[in-house]
């Protein structure tokens, strides 16, 4: 319960709770104004708030205790009191019952003076917590606004120290842009020459394959004629020995059908050696080989129309004249 009393005309607070909030709270604002340099506004209002609060918690607190007091007293003085009129009752003809009655009006005057003390007492402490308060606040305040005014001075000099750092980062990278640009420059006109060279070079060697192109396909367009004059050859040539198998059954002899054969195999030779000097790929190596075949299969179909009565002179006379695969190999390959 809160107990305060008047000395001298100076408030003397006995309350060990009052004692014990108002250290803690002073204890705790010198602390951050030594640590931190000056009070925080924000901080202080919010101990203010909460001593507040404390204080209207132990207004609350002290006047409920006091009222429990006062109703235990009341109790007691009016079991007192019952007792009193018991006794008074009991002792009637003694009167004494008015002397309880006075000595009741007595004590409830004491207790309410004593209730009225307590309550501005109270109220007094009340009173100087506040004027502390706002007194502190003020002072917070005050090194407050001190000490954003020296955080806005060393803002602004660290402002423009960063400026001037910037300024001259921005000056120097310039300059490295300056440098780049030119050496980009001229890395770019000796691209440039050399893409024209390139150019050039290109340009010339797109004329010669135009030309390797041109000539490459007259060549093809030649050789082409010359194929299918080759081919015509090919075929006059079979007609040719078919007719010259049938002439050497009918009439030829040994010395003339060989000389006849003789002929008709060196013409035949010539052929393939000039074809094989113009050209050697594959479709004419193919066209050779077909050739041979054809050859070949007009043998076969003379060889079967031969006469009976003439078969040794035949096989005698083909053995000098006849064209065999084996005679052409030197030019396929």
Do not use: P
Not at 3 to 19: A, D, H, P, Y
Not at 63 to 68: A, G, H, R, V
Not at 83 to 98: H, I, P, R, V
Not at 183 to 202: P, Y
């Amino acid at each position: 319960m809160l107990c305060s009393r008047q000395v001298g005309g100076t408030m003397e607070i006995k309350s060990l709770s009052e004692m014990r909030i108002i250290k803690s709270f002073l204890s705790n604002m010198e602390f951050k104004k030594c640590f931190f340099g000056g009070y925080d506004r924000g901080d202080v209002e919010v101990q203010i708030s909460r001593l507040v609060e404390l204080y209207d918690d132990l207004l609350k607190k002290a006047d409920q205790s006091y009222k429990e007091e006062l109703q235990e007293k009341d109790r007691k003085l009016q079991t007192g009191i019952e007792e009193a009129f018991q006794q008074a009752n009991d002792k009637a003809t003694e009167g004494l019952a008015s002397e309880y009655e006075a000595e009741y009006q007595q004590r409830v005057f004491e207790i309410q003076e004593e209730y009225q003390a307590k309550s501005k007492n109270l109220k007094e402490s009340v009173a100087l917590l506040e004027k502390a308060a706002k007194q502190m606040y003020a002072k917070a305040k005050e090194e407050s606004a001190y000490r954003i005014d020296q955080a806005n001075a060393q803002a602004d000099r660290i402002i423009e120290r960063a400026e001037a750092e910037a300024r001259r980062i921005a000056t120097e990278a310039q300059e490295q842009v300056t440098q780049h640009s030119d050496e980009a420059r001229r890395s770019l006109e000796n691209l440039r020459s050399h893409i024209d060279n390139e150019n050039s070079q290109l340009a010339s060697l797109m004329v010669e394959y135009a030309r390797l192109v041109e000539e490459i396909r007259g060549r093809d367009e030649s050789m082409k004629e010359r194929i299918d004059s080759f081919y015509g050859s090919m075929a006059d040539i079979i007609d040719q020995n078919s007719r010259l198998d049938t002439g050497v059954a009918r009439h030829s002899r040994e010395s003339s059908a060989a000389s006849d054969s003789s002929m008709w195999t060196e013409w035949l030779s010539s052929i393939f050696d000039s074809i094989r000097e113009d050209d050697e790929d594959d479709a004419t190596l193919q066209g050779h080989r077909r050739f041979v075949a054809s050859v070949s299969d007009a043998q076969k179909r003379v060889a079967s129309q031969e006469v009976a009565d003439s078969v040794l002179e035949k096989k005698q006379t083909r053995g000098a004249h006849a064209v065999k695969e084996s005679d052409f190999e030197f030019n396929l390959d």
